[in-house]
């Protein structure tokens, strides 16, 4: 069953990761492993956030099932698409925790 506001969303996703895509690649040149330091040798933490996409079509008994199957594998983080996105520490941003 697929109501209208799971279309919705399904097409709002797809925008959301192709602007992620365009975000990530704007920032390309930010190397990987290259630490910030101050003039004092000093580290400066970044800030970055960091965003999990994980989306899959599974066959189970219940809703819970199918929650609980998603939290107890390794499979979100091996097959998720991770961004990593370097920001300013006073970007209002709200870390997304639901269960």
Same mark, same amino acid.
């Given at each position: 069953?697929?109501?209208?506001?799971?279309?919705?969303?399904?097409?709002?996703?797809?925008?959301?990761?192709?602007?992620?895509?365009?975000?990530?690649? @704007? @920032?390309?040149?930010?190397?990987?492993?290259?630490?910030?330091?101050? !003039?004092? %040798?000093?580290?400066?933490?970044?800030?970055?956030?960091?965003?999990?996409?994980? !989306?899959?079509?599974? !066959?189970?008994?219940?809703?819970?099932?199918?929650?609980?199957?998603?939290?107890? %594998?390794?499979?979100?983080?091996?097959?998720?698409?991770?961004?990593?996105?370097?920001?300013?520490?006073?970007?209002?941003? !709200?870390?997304?925790?639901?269960?």
């Amino acid at each position: 069953m697929q109501t209208r506001e799971h279309a919705i969303a399904n097409a709002l996703e797809k925008l959301a990761a192709s602007y992620r895509q365009i975000a990530e690649d @704007q @920032q390309q040149n930010i190397a990987w492993e290259e630490t910030k330091k101050s !003039e004092t %040798g000093e580290v400066i933490d970044s800030f970055y956030h960091v965003i999990l996409h994980y !989306e899959d079509i599974i !066959e189970v008994e219940s809703k819970f099932e199918a929650l609980h199957n998603t939290i107890i %594998g390794n499979t979100v983080v091996e097959n998720a698409i991770i961004t990593v996105l370097e920001i300013d520490q006073d970007l209002p941003i !709200e870390p997304l925790t639901k269960l």
